[in-house]
């Protein structure tokens, strides 16, 4: 019985599995998306998010130890060099995981696994969504209400001023 046990297996071995995990990370850190199915893309979110945040922490022991889960010198490089740099103020949620439908062979469903600061296209979007604020009350109304009876106010005055 596996009660309790959270460790999604992906119908592997221990040893295939962490080499598949390890290889994964690598490609991720230094692709920063990549392409797998969905239950592939949770298990490598809860391996490399650990991770992502050592790598906040540059020193000799949190390199070493990436690199023991890692095994790729580059992406050990990249992680620390690039990437920890990048999510330096993020206080965790480093990953994004796109839904994109089902395989065609064997109808698994598939997804991107991306780190969430290198995506232009979402950055793009979402910095004219802050930008655009919609003032919500009746001050903006009360002011151009005030402004019309000022100027019709002003178009009396006129008119008793012309007719005398």
Same mark, same amino acid.
């Given at each position: ?17 962490? !080499?598949? *995990?390890? /290889? ?5 850190? #230094?692709? $920063?998306?990549?392409? +797998?199915? &969905? @239950? ?27 690199? !023991?889960? *890692?095994? /790729? ?5 990249? #992680?620390? $060099?690039?990437?920890? +740099?990048? &999510? @330096? ?18 109808n ?12 232009? /296209? ?7 969504? $802050?930008?655009?604020?919609?003032r ?18 002003e ?10």
């Open positions: 019985m596996r009660h309790g046990d959270k460790l999604n297996n992906l119908g592997r071995k221990t040893a295939h599995r962490k !080499a598949m *995990l390890a /290889n994964m990370a690598s490609s991720l850190i #230094l692709h $920063k998306r990549i392409a +797998t199915t &969905i @239950a592939k893309a949770k298990a490598l979110r809860i391996y490399v998010e650990p991770l992502l945040t050592k790598s906040k922490d540059d020193s000799t022991h949190s390199r070493r130890t990436v690199f !023991a889960y *890692l095994g /790729n010198k580059e992406a050990v490089d990249m #992680l620390f $060099k690039e990437v920890s +740099t990048k &999510i @330096a103020d993020r206080p965790g949620g480093y990953t994004r995981i796109l839904k994109t439908g089902a395989r065609l062979g064997d698994a469903d598939m997804c991107f696994i991306e780190l969430v600061d290198y995506n232009e /296209n979402m950055l793009a979007a979402k910095a004219p969504a $802050k930008a655009k604020t919609a919500r009350g009746g001050k903006k109304k009360s002011t151009d209400a005030a402004t019309k009876t000022v100027e019709k106010s178009e009396s005055t006129d008119d008793s001023s012309k007719s005398e």
